[in-house]
């Protein structure tokens, strides 16, 4: 690999969504337009980078989708919903960066990776679902969902109800090495969703497994591997904030480890949502304290890049 400064960039799903209107994929797909401009100017600055997508909302409807053709279709498992959502959501990324790219006269060749996950049988995840998936609703709505169907539901940071799946560990990428390879002269589009979660059998075969994967976590796996310089998350909000959503909410510009362990234990980070984002920020520079990470929103990346905004995780 070169001597660039290297990014993994993990793109919240909300950078895949529109707001307040159908979630086809057409809408989905100017939404990437415009994500990509914001990736294509920092590919434009000299970063090297590989980027990490969310698919929590897509493979959501996926599935939703599957059980609901079930009389019709047999339906798909999970592991195969979310090798679907990589699917579309990498092509779209595809399309759309490609094309940001070559307004910038950079043609640098952009692929997605198909990427398994593996994760372990006996994650305590798998007792306790915590992923939202899929569109919000409301209690009244959850409590019949969970009635009629099974589902497990929860709040979602006061955004509303959603269905909630196991969300095991990532602990190996199986593509790992192709994408080393293709870091070389391309952005790789891996790790989509969390990566396809997988286990491995004792003869070396992977079986795919019911579960959605962070793909905050897996980021943060990802960019250990390939010796990143920077994890960048790009979500929603420009800042991490203590006392979120309350009259004395403060945003924050830096946390040491230390300090992200404190508001940790005090509460300040919702379960699911930024939570995640936080913990895999701490083990990358707890992995390598001379490192750092980014969360900040995808409009503010180049700034935050820069040392103008965000919330800068390090290890001290
Ligand atoms: N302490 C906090 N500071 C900032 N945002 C927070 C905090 N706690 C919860 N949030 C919520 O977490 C959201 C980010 O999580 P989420 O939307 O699940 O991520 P993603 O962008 O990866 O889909 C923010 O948009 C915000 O609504
Ligand atoms: N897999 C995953 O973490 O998706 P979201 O970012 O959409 O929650």
């Known amino acids: 690999m070169s001597e660039k400064t290297k990014i993994v960039i993990a793109l919240g799903g909300n950078a895949l969504q529109s707001k307040g209107t159908a979630p086809t994929a ?3 797909l100017e939404v990437v337009k415009r994500t990509c401009e914001y990736i294509a100017e920092i590919s434009g600055r000299g970063y090297e980078m590989a980027l990490v997508h969310g698919n929590g909302p897509q493979v959501g409807r996926i599935i939703l989708a599957s059980e609901t053709a079930k009389d019709v279709v047999p339906p798909m498992p999970f592991d ?9 959501i990498g092509y779209h990324l595809q399309q759309a960066l490609s094309y940001a790219l070559s307004k910038r006269n950079r043609n640098v060749p952009v692929v997605t ?3 398994q996950m593996v994760v372990e049988k006996a994650d305590p995840a798998f007792q306790n679902p915590t992923k939202p998936i899929g569109g919000f609703y409301t ?13 497990n539901m929860k709040e979602d940071a006061g955004r509303g109800w959603r269905r909630v799946v196991a ?8 593509e790992i090495h192709a994408v080393r390879e293709l870091w070389k002269d391309t952005i790789v589009i891996t790790c989509g969703g969390g990566g396809i979660p997988v286990v491995e059998n004792a003869d070396g075969t992977t079986q795919g497994v019911d579960a959605v994967i962070d793909k905050d976590f897996a980021a943060e796996l990802l960019a ?4 990143a310089d920077i994890l960048l998350i790009l979500t929603e909000v420009e800042k991490v904030a203590v006392n979120f959503h309350k ?5 924050l510009s830096h ?21 995640p984002k936080v913990e895999a920020a701490m083990k990358f520079v707890r992995y390598n304290p001379s490192k750092k990470a980014i969360i900040t929103s995808l409009d503010q990346a180049v700034q935050a890049l820069e040392g103008r905004t965000g919330t800068v995780v390090t290890f001290a």
């Open 224 to 227: 250990e591997q390939v010796d």
């Open 113 to 115: 990776l198909t990427t």
């Open 80 to 88: 195969v919903c979310g090798a679907m959502s990589q699917g579309y």
């Open 26 to 28: 057409e809408a989905q």
């Open 167 to 174: 969300s095991p560990l990532p602990r190996k990428i199986k």
């Open 139 to 151: 209690e009244e709505e959850a409590k019949k969902l969970t009635e009629e169907k099974g589902y």
């Open 247 to 251: 009259p004395d909410q403060k945003n």
């Open 255 to 275: 946390m040491t480890l230390a300090e992200a362990g404190t508001y940790i234990e005090e509460g300040h980070f919702a379960a699911g949502s930024m939570l």
